[in-house]
């Protein structure tokens, strides 16, 4: 019962303490805001608002007063403002910049300036800012700042009215403003029948009369005066007028001209160039029937794109096995071995040189297995290469002419620009600020797909048909993108009638970026009866067919070696399928248990043509 006691007796002691403290603390407060109150009794109220808001604004620098702001412009009959803005400030201490809010949108905004003092000035498509950043100007102090602009407005595109529409106060003005004095003049016949104001903070209109709106139509001007205009207060001058009453505004129609201009401009560059140095040498037309006499199937390749391709290397090794310094044998389906015959004499030290990479450590009758060929195959490109390219070395023998080929990636950047231009351009039109970045990208992809499509069109003459025909369709498809894109923008923004003039514009740019490629004479001759030849293989006439099998039994398979560079080798075997064509002793197709069909005991000239074309393609596609 003791412990008891002496429990409740310290708990009564802590609860008497407590309660002490809490009136004495109660008795501080009273007193601090006996003390503080003659202070609040004596504060102007509309200072105490300002001084508040003016903490809390936060703006770049610290706090600051806005005591007056006095708006004059100038509206003219081209539908241009001329405003001047005399913003008096009030700064407690140095500041390093002060900013305000000025127009910015789909109107011309310029001449800015700030009388006296350094400024910045930045803008975006729904905001502009305006910053003071001149020490003398952000001293601590009442300041006077005299903004001026001019603002020129575009022309209306509604046919049935003209609008005046002009925000004297910004509803992005960020600080609270003491007093406000607007003046407006107008034009002598402008109609004062539809003369409207609204004002509000944040959208929403005022309705506690913060400000008074007095027209005068005598004097043609409109007078706005408030006090105590809170942050974000947005003042708008509204009128509609007849249509056409404005005069030489700004209009967005120049952009029409100026794509037809950069559009038609492409493609007469691109012509000029074209006759300067893009033109094929004249070669006159001959028919050719026969293997062109010391083409080699490497250098037929090289003709057409300067270039040793794998195939190339590949349709030599069978060239080797027609003239019996090899056989080709066939043990599995698409697995190989060349079997070494007698070694080429008489031959060029290129052949000598690809013949001893092929059979390096391999003896007469013995096989190199199908594991090493294609290394050996890739030896054999890399060591010929520069041999080749040393016969076609001469200005006349070159499949390119260097200012051709300089010529053609101008087109392509000219191409590029032209619609990556136009797609900006089309942007003026309404009004707008062109997408750069889209422009660019436009522009990129453009001309790098027309790069493509140059070089799939290039390859036409030595790859197989369905082949050439695809990469031509894919890199069309890649350029048509842009070009689409492009001209969607133009519709859009203008109209479809100038999109029509700008697709023409970039197939005719586009044809003559192809054919920019000249190439020397003795080049173009040789191509010249190659594509003949090529014509030939693929739609062979009867007579001069039969009269060169009769003559040569190995016809057949000399022009095998071009009909499989030209992807044709099915079209020629079909033409000599009931012609005695002797079997190939080069090749044997040693496939255990393998057999052709039960109507017939023997391979025709097409099942070679498969079989050598599979041969080519296996190791052209590791």
Not at 419 to 432: K, P, Q, V
Request: with cysteine; proline share 4%; net charge negative.
């Amino acid at each position: 019962m003791e412990a008891f006691y002496k429990r409740e007796k310290n708990r009564n002691i802590n609860s008497a303490n407590g309660a002490l403290k809490c009136r004495v603390l109660l008795m501080i407060i009273c007193c601090l805001m006996v003390f503080a109150a003659p202070l609040y009794v004596n504060a102007d109220p509309g200072n105490l608002e300002n001084e508040i808001q003016g903490i809390n604004t936060g703006v770049k620098g610290g706090a600051f007063e806005v005591t007056a702001y006095d708006f004059d412009a100038v509206v003219g009959k081209d539908h241009s403002y001329r405003v001047t803005e005399v913003i008096s400030v009030s700064i407690p201490d140095q500041l390093q910049r002060i900013e305000f809010a000025i127009p910015s949108g789909n109107f011309r905004l310029s001449d800015v300036s700030v009388e006296g003092l350094a400024f910045e000035v930045s803008t975006s498509s729904d905001s502009g800012r305006l910053a003071i950043t001149d020490p003398e100007g952000l001293s601590k102090g009442d300041h006077q700042y005299t903004v001026s602009y001019v603002i020129r407005e575009y022309k209306d595109l509604d046919s049935a009215k003209d609008m005046f529409y002009f925000d004297v106060m910004l509803p992005q003005w960020m600080q609270p403003v003491g007093k406000v004095t607007v003046n407006v003049a107008f034009p002598e016949d402008f109609p004062f029948d539809d003369m409207q104001c609204y004002s509000g903070q944040f959208g929403v209109q005022d309705v506690n009369s913060k400000i008074k709106f007095t027209p005068d139509e005598d004097a043609r001007t409109v007078t706005v005066t408030g006090s105590m205009i809170p942050e974000n207060f947005s003042i708008t001058l509204k009128a509609q007028l007849p249509e056409g009453y404005w005069q030489d505004t700004l209009d967005g129609t120049w952009s029409i001209m100026a794509i037809t201009f950069v559009m038609g401009g492409a493609s007469l560059i691109l012509f000029v160039l074209w006759l300067i140095g893009g033109r094929d040498p004249r070669i006159k037309k001959q028919t050719v029937t026969k293997p062109i006499e010391g083409m080699s199937p490497v250098e037929l390749g090289y003709v057409f794109n300067s270039e040793v391709k794998t195939r190339d290397v590949l349709s030599m090794i069978i060239q080797f096995a027609q003239k019996g310094y090899l056989r080709i044998s066939e043990y599995e389906p698409k697995r190989y071995r060349l079997i070494k015959g007698n070694s080429p004499t008489g031959e060029e030290k290129m052949y000598r040189n690809a013949y001893s990479i092929l059979f390096e450590d391999v003896y007469k009758d013995r096989a190199l297995d199908m594991d090493d060929i294609a290394a050996r195959v890739e030896r054999i490109r890399a060591n010929i290469e520069d041999d080749v390219a040393a016969g076609f070395a001469s200005g006349e023998s070159r499949a390119f002419t260097p200012l051709s080929r300089a010529f053609r990636y101008i087109g392509a950047a000219v191409l590029g620009i032209s619609i990556g231009a136009s797609n900006a351009l089309s942007y003026f039109y309404a009004y707008r600020s062109p997408n750069l970045i889209e422009s660019i990208l436009v522009g990129a992809v453009a001309a790098a797909a027309s790069l493509l499509l140059c070089r799939a069109i290039d390859d036409r003459d030595s790859s197989e048909r369905s082949a050439y025909r695809v990469a031509e369709i894919l890199s069309a498809l890649a350029l048509a993108v842009p070009v689409i894109y492009a001209s969607y923008r133009v519709s859009v923004n203008i109209n479809p009638a100038v999109a029509l003039p700008m697709i023409m514009a970039s197939v005719l740019a586009t044809f003559l970026i192809v054919i920019m490629r000249a190439r020397g004479k003795e080049n173009a001759a040789l191509v010249s009866r190659i594509r003949r030849l090529r014509n030939f293989i693929y739609h062979p006439t009867p007579k001069e067919l039969l009269e060169n099998h009769l003559a040569d039994s190995n016809y057949y398979y000399d022009m095998l070696l071009y009909a499989l560079a030209f992807g044709a080798e099915e079209s020629w075997a079909i033409s000599f399928l009931t012609l005695d064509v002797p079997e190939p002793e080069w090749y044997s197709d040693d496939i255990e248990g393998h057999a052709f069909s039960n109507l017939r005991v023997k391979p025709t000239t097409i099942d070679y043509a498969r079989d050598l074309r599979s041969f080519i393609r296996t190791f052209d596609n590791n």
